[in-house]
């Protein structure tokens, strides 16, 4: 083999994580490597987001196109995951994270503070949502989709964005705000638009968001020795993988998706795994946040640590609290 095929989805965010990926996997195996574009049924589906039922609808193409061998690698952004991982498909390789932020893009440079009473800010997120209302419920919330750039273009006042979501539509510049992943505003180069980091303490980002997995079949890392294999093993991130492991742990076990009111975030410090958790009403009216910490640094230690958060969470009233 002396090259390999990438499968993406056609969205700006989509191609450009895959092309990094794709060249690191490139410099680390010394391989050509070859990309092919995927429709999903999340890029062709116009509802909200929250009513598409189902999570997953983004990485599941790229799955049958990795199960037919029409590629070899997938490149998915973790937060959009289902955490039932297929038997068929592993998860070979989580790089290291970038920031995990949320981030306020809003008219005038203005912060979330600093946003009158009645503003309105857009994002498809229950999660974003509840956390918003919560820090401020004098504000409106819009339910909004689309891809990055469509969204940065609902912004009054906003530029006329490269990425129109393929949809030719005008940008209508009707928001005060919107929210977005820092993470992916950085990939995309369009950080100037950020007038407020959201921190942790205000807004939990989304379990594993910042983060990018790399799909393969079993067979394609059975060998070690292999090429491709070394270079995914090279590129995987122990602390990464180990916070995010925490992260869906606790979603699985709250047995809720990236739709949910629930935020969570991870770090390794030293010896220790920290994981701070969030459940929301949907309105945003109420919600619990915990914390717990372990020192058992293994994927299983990560996983409990998420487990026995989650059910902290759930003996504290998460479940009717968010409508799990
Ligand atoms: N749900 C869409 C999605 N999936 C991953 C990212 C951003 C990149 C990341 O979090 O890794 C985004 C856009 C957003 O939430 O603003």
Same mark, same amino acid.
């Given at each position: 083999?002396?090259?390999? !095929? ?8 989509? !191609? ?20 092919? &574009?995927?429709?999903? +049924?999340? @890029? ?38 289902? !955490? ?7 998860? =070979? ?41 919560? =820090? ?13 750039? !469509? ?63 790399? +799909? ?6 059975? @060998? ?22 925490s992260e869906r742990g606790l979603l699985a076990r709250l047995e809720a998706g990236c739709a949910a009111p ?8 030293? +010896? ?23 020192? @058992? &640094? ?13 059910? &902290? ?12």
């Open positions: 083999m002396s090259s390999f !095929t990438v499968g993406t989805r056609g969205s700006a965010l989509a !191609t450009t994580q895959t092309g990094h990926v794709a060249d690191a996997l490139a410099s680390l195996s010394g391989l050509t490597p070859q990309t092919i &574009l995927v429709k999903t +049924e999340g @890029d062709v589906t116009s509802g909200p987001l929250a009513q598409l039922g189902g999570t997953g609808v983004f990485a599941a193409a790229l799955r049958v196109a990795l199960l037919e061998g029409r590629c070899d690698l997938a490149v998915h952004s973790l937060k959009d995951l289902p !955490t039932a991982q297929p038997e068929a498909l592993v998860l =070979a390789a989580m790089p290291e994270r970038v920031d995990v932020r949320d981030a306020l893009c809003a008219r005038d440079g203005l912060t979330l503070a600093a946003l009158p009473a009645g503003a309105t800010i857009g994002t498809g997120s229950p999660r974003r949502a509840a956390q918003l209302k919560y =820090a401020r419920p004098d504000v409106d919330i819009v339910d909004i989709r689309g891809n990055v750039g !469509t969204r940065l273009g609902r912004v009054k006042g906003s530029p006329e964005q490269a990425d129109d979501g393929g949809v030719g539509r005008v940008a209508q510049r009707d928001l005060d705000a919107v929210v977005l992943a820092a993470a992916g505003l950085r990939r995309l180069g369009l950080q100037e638009h950020v007038t407020e980091y959201l921190d942790p303490s205000v807004m939990l980002p989304a379990p594993g968001q910042g983060t990018l997995a790399v +799909e393969c079949r079993p067979e394609t890392v059975a @060998d070690p020795g292999s090429p491709l294999a070394a270079a995914l093993a090279a590129l995987d991130d122990d602390a990464t993988r180990l916070a995010v492991t629930i935020g969570a975030l991870a770090s390794v410090d030293g +010896e220790l795994l920290t994981l701070d958790a969030v459940v929301c009403a949907q309105d945003g009216s109420d919600v619990i946040r915990r914390s717990a910490s372990t020192r @058992d &640094l293994t994927d299983d230690g990560a996983r409990a640590l998420g487990v026995q958060l989650a059910e &902290l969470l759930l003996r504290e009233g998460a479940a009717d609290l968010a409508g799990l």
